[in-house]
């Protein structure tokens, strides 16, 4: 998809994980084996995964993932993991609603055993939608789906954000909120600018991003809507599926207490990320698939909230977006494998999208 060659996801070694791993586990069930560890190849450049299976009479899960924080030391995409704030989200989410959410078991907050927080969950089967190449690509199992079968996939998955924003008290997820002051929609964009502010700490600034700041601005809403319990990183490409239908919903690490339009941004969005840059390779993708106003009315539907100022969702979707990209660019950098341009905005792969939706002409193109 990129010029650059792949970024590193990891400077940990998985043999040596595997044995640390072992070692710790016999003091949470002594006796027990640990074996067929693996690390998906999608792993990816934040938190990391490890697979596998348990041996032993005793245990709770036998088929295991392991989420671990990233090594501190690797020039981290985010600035803090708090592995357990992940293990709190996914248990109330299971406790509190339908959704298909992994069964969490243990937690562990000392960074000894190996080298960073992590918890343990239970494994589902299954297949996830691929970020690279990117499913809009031809020559995956959902590009090669009938459009019946990703109708089925688009109505299954737009079902989860809709039953998490309607089945999780609110009040549940207050814990969420950041510090600082004002509505939970002004310090979810203020917890932004201080993620930006740390990206781009000693290095160049982005004045395309710092532009689509200022036009939130311009655009905020007039009534932002009840904050609920946002997934985060809502999109396809955290679920396994078995077929078409969810059988587990993963990577809460960007849980938010937030307006429901700040995850259906995000899915919106995050889809016409791939969605662009397919057609700009020369492919069709899916055009019909994952439509904004399909998702919108359809949210509508299911809840009966018609989401609002979704110019302004999908604008802060992709300006959240680009800063990870910012950041992931610049720990190319750090690891000598892209030389920073004199514009790095040039680094941001969607930097066409976001000006254009800085300008309002985006969506213009539908």
Known sequence: ?????????????????????????????????????????????????????????????????????????????????????????????????????????????????????????????????????????????????????????????????????????????????????????????????????????????????????????DIWPADEGPAVLNWGDARIGNVIYDGFRPAAVLDWEMAAYAPREVDLGWTVYLHRFFQDLTVGFGQAGLPDFLRRDDLERRYAELTGHTPRDMDFHTLYAALRHGIVMLRIAYRQAHFGEVEIPADPDGLILHHASIAAMVQGTYWNRD
């Not at 002594?30 to 938190?47: D, F, R």
């Not at 392991?66 to 357990?84: E, G, I, N």
């Not at 688009?154 to 809709?162: F, K, N, P, R, V």
Request: proline share 10%; aromatic share 8%.
């Open 1 to 217: 998809m990129a010029t650059a060659p792949r970024p590193r996801t990891s400077t940990r070694e998985p043999g040596e994980l595997g044995r640390r791993l072992a070692a710790w586990l016999g003091t949470r069930l002594p006796g027990a084996e640990v074996t067929n560890i693996s690390v998906p190849g999608s792993n990816g450049m934040s938190s990391e995964t490890l697979l596998f299976d348990i041996e032993h009479p005793d245990t709770p899960v036998r088929a295991c993932a392991l989420r671990l924080a990233a090594d501190p030391a690797a020039y981290t995409v985010f600035p803090a993991y708090d592995m357990p704030r992940q293990h709190r989200v996914m248990s109330l989410v299971a406790e509190h609603t339908d959704l298909p959410v992994p069964r969490v078991q243990w937690l562990e907050t000392d960074p000894g055993p190996l080298g960073a927080p992590f918890f343990v969950m239970a494994r589902a089967e299954g297949r996830v939608p691929p970020d690279v190449m990117p499913y809009t690509y031809e020559g995956n199992w959902l590009h090669a789906a009938s459009d019946a079968e990703r109708a089925g996939l688009q109505e299954a998955s737009i079902s989860l954000l809709a039953r998490l924003h309607d089945q999780f008290p609110a009040k549940e997820a207050e814990f969420l909120l950041p510090e600082g002051v004002g509505s939970p929609l002004r310090r979810h964009v203020d917890a932004q600018r201080a993620y930006y502010e740390w990206v781009v700490a000693g290095l160049a600034r982005s004045p395309l991003l710092e532009r689509a700041f200022d036009r939130l601005e």
